[in-house]
């Protein structure tokens, strides 16, 4: 079942730089995505979400963009920073709050 | 910020044994949640909880799992016969449901069957 799909399972960028990542859905019925960042030992930790009525969402250095006609999402942050190193994981709803998570994307932010 | 906390951080069992996985929810949070990840793989969802019932549950949530809410602030998962299989981190989360707010997980449960 791969309803949600972090199709790169790592991504390695340098301090400063724009980091992108990317995450493909399936199920036309999810209408709330929601990045979580998870640290080794620690749960998942919210980042950022949006509803499927949005097409950007902002909050400081992250942004979460949603193309509902490709069921794409992705999430940028700029600048990186080696604090950001960390498994980002794209999860997404229909409401219930029963999450569908991806695989992860391992993030490296190189100093 | 409040948190949602998980007690034990690791329990080690021997097959067919029953545990009981512990969970703190913020505490004006009325929706409950258990998921778990199994090395390598992805986080699945397992049960939700509301107004001291099961809201929603998944295939994985089979007659050897159950959940309560003894009191006012726990949250319990337990499996009553663990097999080889159960061994996952298994993570606790929780939310008021209102408007966009999102889930908040605690730090996990590591469950190593042997």
């Known amino acids: 079942d791969q309803q949600v799909k972090q199709n790169s399972p790592s991504l390695s960028v340098q301090e400063g730089r724009i980091s992108i990542l990317n995450c493909d859905y399936t199920?036309?019925?999810?209408?709330?995505f929601l990045w979580y960042k998870k640290y080794p030992a620690e749960g998942p930790t919210f980042l950022i979400s949006i509803s499927s009525i949005k097409d950007k969402n902002e909050d400081g250095r992250f942004t979460v963009f949603l193309n509902k006609s490709a069921k794409h999402l992705s999430l940028h942050i700029v600048p990186s920073q080696p604090g950001d190193s960390a498994v980002y994981f794209c999860a997404a709803c229909t409401g219930n709050y029963k999450l569908t998570f991806g695989k992860g994307t391992l993030l490296t932010v190189n100093p | 910020e409040p948190e949602v906390t998980q007690t034990p951080s690791h329990q080690v069992t021997q097959m067919g044994q029953e545990v009981i996985l512990r969970c703190v929810p913020i505490s004006n949070h009325l929706y409950f949640y258990w998921y778990r990840q199994i090395l390598g793989q992805k986080v699945e969802f397992l049960v939700s909880?509301?107004?001291?019932?099961?809201?929603?549950k998944s295939e994985i949530f089979d007659d050897q799992f159950s959940v309560e809410r003894p009191d006012g602030s726990n949250f319990t998962l337990k499996i009553r016969s663990t097999k080889l299989e159960d061994s996952a981190m298994y993570f606790c989360?929780?939310?008021?449901?209102?408007?966009?707010?999102?889930?908040?997980f605690g730090n996990g449960t590591r469950l190593t069957v042997t």
């Open positions: 909880f509301y107004n001291n019932e099961i809201s929603e």
């Open positions: 199920n036309s019925m999810f209408d709330y």
């Open positions: 989360a929780s939310s008021t449901r209102q408007g966009d707010s999102p889930l908040h």
